[in-house]
């Protein structure tokens, strides 16, 4: 049997910030209603945070949950966990209208970080990522150059990115152009 790996394996690159392929990461896909205590019981019951605001994650360490759109979150925790995870949302939801969904191995994460991650994804992403606008905790579905791509701040100086697994290695090069050394804008870091 072979070992799974992340798609890119832990690729890094030393830029003005440091772009890191995270390795492999466990995601559930939960649709349902998100408003309903049976449904919010099992994501932080397997998450193991609070249940995220509308437009924002909650994060620590491998696992959260982060709010993808009024039905559905993105449940994540450390990759040989999904299968007890899903089995544990289909028992505590039995009898609930709701779809959980392994997406592990078709999502791919990133992480950003440094003083300049905010530039990074400014110049990758039409999201205004000033301080003032774009706080650690939030979470913003969008388009990074040509793919989709979802990103959230845990901290102020550090940005996860989850695109497609099958966009991966693109969406490693952009980032790696847009942080290379000497292309550094300055607007969000004056």
């Not at 690729?11 to 440091?18: D, I, L, N, Q, R």
């Not at 019981?41 to 909650?58: F, I, K, L, R, W």
């Not at 990103?151 to 102020?156: L, P, T």
């Amino acid at each position: 049997m072979s070992d799974n790996v992340s798609a890119l394996d832990k690729a890094s690159y030393e830029g003005f910030v440091k772009v890191e392929e995270a390795g492999l990461r466990g995601m559930i896909t939960l649709r349902g209603d998100l408003g309903s205590v049976k449904i919010k019981n099992a994501a932080t019951g397997v998450a193991g945070v609070d249940m995220p605001e509308q437009g924002h994650a909650n994060s620590v360490e491998q696992s959260g949950l982060a709010w993808m759109s009024p039905d559905e979150l993105l449940v994540m925790l450390p990759y040989g966990d999904v299968n007890a995870a899903l089995a544990q949302i289909t028992k505590h939801l039995k009898g609930q209208h709701y779809l959980a969904v392994d997406v592990s191995d078709a999502r791919a994460v990133f992480r950003i970080s440094g003083a300049g991650a905010r530039e990074v994804i400014a110049k990758l992403c039409p999201v205004d990522m000033s301080q003032d606008a774009f706080k650690p905790g939030q979470f913003r579905r969008t388009r990074m150059a040509q793919v989709p791509a979802a990103f959230w701040m845990g901290e102020d100086e550090a940005v996860h990115i989850i695109s497609f697994r099958s966009v991966a290695e693109y969406v490693f090069n952009l980032l790696k152009n847009a942080a290379a050394p000497g292309s550094e804008v300055g607007y969000l870091n004056p």
